[in-house]
């Protein structure tokens, strides 16, 4: 049973360019999260969605940063002209559809803005 | 605004000692605290729990223990092992809110020696 999946796990892109993070929830989990850690600090949460829906976004950034989660393939998080600060690791958790409080999380995305 | 905070950023603890983490929250809506812990270039995992109709969840060598009223709950491993080395985050929820989206603390890096 393959746990959440996430790639690319190292990204590089220069100020300006965009990125694009992909999830793969596990097996018959429907619900998404994603969190962004800066260094030295905890996990902050960004967005929260089901299948084609966005359920709580209120930890994203109002610009160039979107997420979704079409009702095949794996969910997205895009960030557009990215910066030097949007350098962190990015990790998405996947949890069941039932009501479940632990959250299953891949092994991250680290992007670097040069 | 830090709502879940661990205040000792690190520890260092001898082979078969007890390790005690703390974390501390503010959010008197919480009502659900998980442990994860993580290994550096790996997603955070799940370690124990607990709801907050309870003091005290133990699971094996991990036992967690909550006081409501000083919004306190610390984790306990015992015996420690060098394996346990890695840094463990305390994350809470709030049951019923759209998402379960968790509020993690900094993190505690635990260095166990043998």
């Known amino acids: 049973n393959a746990g959440v999946m996430q790639n690319p796990r190292h990204l590089v892109r220069r100020r300006g360019q965009e990125a694009r993070l992909r999830c793969s929830p596990m097996?018959?989990?429907?619900?998404v999260y994603w969190y962004r850690q800066l260094p030295e600090e905890g996990l902050k949460f960004m967005v929260y969605l089901q299948k084609e829906n966005i359920i709580d976004e209120s930890g994203m950034p109002k610009e160039r940063f979107s997420a979704e989660f079409p009702k095949e393939g794996p969910s997205i998080l895009r960030i557009q002209q990215v910066v030097r600060g949007d350098s962190a690791a990015y990790f998405c958790a996947s949890s069941p559809p039932w009501d479940s409080y632990e959250q299953y999380f891949g092994p991250g995305t680290r992007l670097t803005v040069t | 605004d830090q709502q879940v905070k661990q205040n000792s950023p690190s520890l260092s603890v001898q082979e078969g000692r007890i390790s005690i983490l703390n974390c501390d929250y503010t959010?008197?809506?919480?009502?659900?605290f998980l442990w994860y812990k993580k290994y550096p270039a790996e997603g955070p995992t799940f370690l124990i729990s607990?709801?907050?109709?309870?003091d005290k969840n133990e699971d094996g060598r991990f036992t967690v223990f909550l006081n409501k009223s000083a919004k306190h709950l610390s984790l306990h491993i015992v015996p420690s092992q060098p394996g346990d080395s890695a840094v463990y985050f305390c994350?809470?929820?709030?049951?019923?809110?759209?998402?379960?989206?968790?509020?993690f603390g900094g993190g505690t890096r635990v260095l166990v020696k043998p």
């Open positions: 097996k018959g989990h429907s619900h």
């Open positions: 994350a809470a929820t709030t049951r019923g809110a759209a998402g379960n989206k968790l509020t």
């Open positions: 959010n008197s809506m919480f009502d659900y």
């Open positions: 607990i709801s907050s109709i309870k």
